[in-house]
Every structure is written in structure tokens, then in C-alpha cells.
């Protein structure tokens, strides 16, 4: 054989075939291809080896001394190329890179802390970064490989990214555990309006949020007093004043000093999830991120 790039790989698996089986119709069916297919397959490996390579004998075909001189070195070729088409495999122990994880400040709560205490006892040596996706392209982002996963709800991605929900969401209504309104044990419509709330908003500056919305619906509405940029600031409000505020329960369940009870309307919950781009989807260390995540930072 003068020019390798002539050679058909696929001529390589019917030559390993015929050496396996010593019959053509046997090759045939290892290969899932019919008889005169693999016929014609091995007319054009004689001619690329310049040798008959097997000869006709009663029970299948022999092969000459130039096909069992190629057995070994086929073998070790078809075997690379498998390997090659492999996914890269990894330990998580030796694993060491920085995963980017786009998300505001409560899923860094609820969904980030389990999430790297799990990933750090299986990864010692992986770093993790946490971004405030409000002043970010995250599309971009995770087009160019910047960003590894995307912490959201549903209606904010574009249809072009993979998703998983991590958890549904619901909220409450919480307050210092002193407040005048824990000793009723159940709050009615008329003093939830009555209190002075205090609003979360991201992006900062909004005093109207989805509490507002089901208020409406019942043509009431709400004092909300004080906005402010992170549910982190809740307690430190909230203790020290009478303020109330309707939050995200796996968000404010762990604070101290404060109590929840179930709001006096329903307000409409919502869904966590993790969103990812196609080209992070097959790898395996992002296949592992993402599962550690879903099974400790979500349910």
C-alpha cells in the first residue's frame, strides 16, 4: 500500500472481522452488513495490500501470511481510534480548574454553600467563582466558555440552553420573632396591608414585586417602605424593627431571631434551575459539576 490516505478505515474493521471469523458470512453479521458487501470491501483491501489477504477454503477463508502479519497491528489501530473517540475520563481528587457559576445572592445561599461543601470534600483541589449575574452577557458567556452553569428561572434563558430544575419555590411572610403580629398566630389580610414591608429587589429601586401583584388581584395593596438590594440585609431589618417581608423559604428558614408563617394570600412561587450550553454538555467534569450540584444544592 503506497498512500495511507486512500485507505478507508471501515476496511480495517472487515479486514479485523475476517481474521476474527475465517468466514465471510459470519464477518458479515459481526459487522451487521451483507455478504456481498463485505465481498466487495475485501476485493478493494487486495487491492490496497497488493495481496489475496484470505483464500477461499471449504468451511470460510484462510488467511495468507501478509493478513496474519497485519492482525496485530489492525487490532492496535481500531483499539486507538476507540479510545480516541472516548470522552476524556478524570478523577475528581486530581481535578484542578475553576468553575464560573453565574447567580444572584440567594442561590448563592441556598444552592451555592451545600453545593461547594460537597464539591470540595470530592475535588479538594477545584476552585469555585460565584458571579452576580445582573451585570453580566451571560449568553455570551457561556457561548465562549466563560461561564460554566447559570442559576435562574426558567422564563429568564434562551431556548438554545439545556436546563434542569433544582427546586420549586415557595414564599412566606417573616418578621422578628418579638413582633406584635406572632402573638395572633395567624396573620389576617387587614394587618399584613397595615405593617410597613421591607421589598428585596436586585436590581435595586423597586417597591413592587409579586406579593403586590396577588394584592392587586384582590384590589388591596401594601405599604412597602424600604427596599433593598439582597436578602442577606433581612435579618439586620428585621430584628430591629417591625418591618415585615414576604421572602423565599429555603432563603430566610435559617436566620436567626426570625419567624416564618405562611402569608394571608398566595403568592406565587417559582422555579430554580440550572441552565448550561451545548459545547459544556458531553464533558465529563461538567457532567460531574452539574451533578453534585443538582444532588446538594437543590430538592
Avoid at 431571631?257 to 406565587?268: A, H, Y
Avoid at 457532567?287 to 430538592?299: D, E, I
Wanted: net charge neutral.
Amino acid at each position: 500500500m503506497d498512500n495511507i490516505s486512500s485507505l478507508d478505515f471501515n476496511l480495517l474493521k472487515v479486514m479485523n472481522a475476517l481474521l476474527d471469523e475465517r468466514n465471510v458470512t459470519r464477518a458479515a453479521r459481526t459487522l451487521s452488513l451483507t455478504q456481498p458487501a463485505v465481498s466487495i470491501m475485501l476485493g478493494r483491501l487486495r487491492e490496497q495490500f497488493k495481496d489475496p489477504l484470505f483464500i477461499r477454503a471449504p468451511h470460510g477463508v484462510v488467511p495468507t501470511d501478509r493478513a496474519l502479519s497485519l492482525a496485530e497491528p489492525i487490532k492496535k489501530i481500531l483499539s486507538d481510534i476507540h479510545m480516541l473517540m472516548q470522552p476524556p475520563q478524570f478523577n475528581p481528587v486530581d481535578l484542578e480548574m475553576t468553575f464560573n457559576i453565574a447567580a444572584n445572592d440567594n442561590d448563592m445561599l441556598v444552592t451555592g454553600v451545600p453545593f461547594v461543601m460537597a464539591l470540595k470534600q470530592q475535588a479538594p483541589h477545584v476552585n469555585v467563582a460565584f458571579l452576580s449575574y445582573h451585570q453580566l452577557d451571560v449568553q455570551l458567556m457561556l457561548e465562549r466558555g466563560e461561564l460554566d452553569v447559570l442559576l435562574t428561572s426558567p422564563e429568564n434563558i434562551s431556548d438554545f440552553l439545556y436546563q434542569r430544575v433544582l427546586y420549586q419555590e415557595r414564599y412566606v411572610c417573616v418578621m422578628r420573632k418579638d413582633h406584635p403580629l406572632v402573638s395572633l398566630g395567624k396573620i389576617s389580610l387587614e394587618n399584613f396591608c397595615a405593617y410597613e414591608h421591607v421589598l428585596v429587589s436586585h436590581h435595586g429601586g423597586q417597591f413592587c414585586g409579586v406579593t403586590d401583584e396577588a394584592l392587586k388581584q384582590l384590589g388591596l395593596s401594601r405599604k412597602v417602605a424600604l427596599s433593598v438590594t439582597s436578602f442577606l440585609l433581612l435579618p439586620c431589618v428585621l430584628e430591629k424593627s417591625d418591618f415585615i417581608a414576604v421572602a423565599p423559604e429555603r432563603v430566610v428558614k435559617n436566620f436567626k431571631n426570625i419567624i416564618l408563617i405562611d402569608p394571608p394570600i398566595e403568592v406565587k412561587g417559582y422555579t430554580k434551575i440550572m441552565a448550561w450550553h451545548e459545547r459544556n454538555h458531553k464533558d465529563p467534569r461538567q457532567q460531574w459539576l452539574r451533578q453534585v450540584m443538582w444532588q446538594n444544592g437543590g430538592n
